[in-house]
């Protein structure tokens, strides 16, 4: 699955890769995935297909200006595991046994529970996320309205973000509150399908939420 072109060529490729993912094909995704919210994405697409997946990084190759920039995959976490590296040497072999293992002969992870089954303490975390995504929004727009430009960082002092996340979002262009309120249901709706993801860490997820409109906001 190559990425489309355009300001909604992420959103594109994500559609695309929802539409073929199967429990009989093996889809490649070799786009986009320099952001690690966007391999959570993909994870969280292959685990509601019912079906494994694995990472396979390809380091080298030069910073592009009109790519972000990569966050290293980590193989402690479920979104960046089973992770395998290509040698930087082309003529070295790709570890295939491993890759075909990790696709055809492990079983996929368990699909989560359905939130209508969770306890009253998820319902009342949802509401907290819910809450912490509209004051990053209002955030955002207050600082828009402040004169930050595009390319420099945002201030969130928001209540609920941890401290590393402050400051870390740089907007490319002049974002409308309308496309910042619908990414903002995209990602609750990814929480509520996906109730395990993340557990409750409101900070982890908050860090989470600047992550995905950064993927999705260039």
Not at 25 to 35: C, P
Not at 94 to 107: D, Q, T, Y
Not at 125 to 144: E, I, N, P
Request: glycine share 8%.
């Amino acid at each position: 699955v190559a990425e489309a072109g355009g300001s909604g060529g992420r959103a594109a490729l994500r559609a695309e890769t929802e539409r073929l993912l199967s429990r009989r094909d093996v889809v490649v995704v070799d786009a986009g995935n320099e952001l690690k919210s966007f391999r959570y994405e993909l994870y969280c697409l292959s685990k509601h297909a019912g079906t494994p997946h694995c990472l396979v990084w390809c380091p080298g190759g030069a910073p592009r200006s009109d790519r972000p920039p990569l966050e290293p995959p980590d193989g402690r976490h479920r979104w960046d595991w089973p992770l395998f590296s290509a040698p930087e040497d082309p003529t070295e072999p790709l570890p295939l046994r491993e890759i075909r293992a990790a696709l055809f002969e492990r079983r996929p992870p368990p699909p989560n529970k359905s939130t209508r089954s969770q306890p009253l303490q998820a319902a009342a975390f949802l509401h907290q996320l819910d809450r912490l995504t509209q004051d990053v929004v209002a955030a955002l727009m207050a600082a828009q309205r402040d004169g930050v430009q595009p390319g420099q960082p945002v201030p969130l002092a928001v209540e609920g973000l941890g401290q590393e996340s402050q400051g870390r979002l740089r907007l490319s262009r002049p974002v409308s509150l309308a496309e910042l309120s619908r990414l903002r249901r995209q990602f609750l709706s990814y929480a509520k399908m996906h109730p395990g993801e993340g557990g409750e860490n409101l900070p982890q997820l908050g860090s989470m939420f600047l992550q995905y409109l950064s993927s999705n906001l260039q």
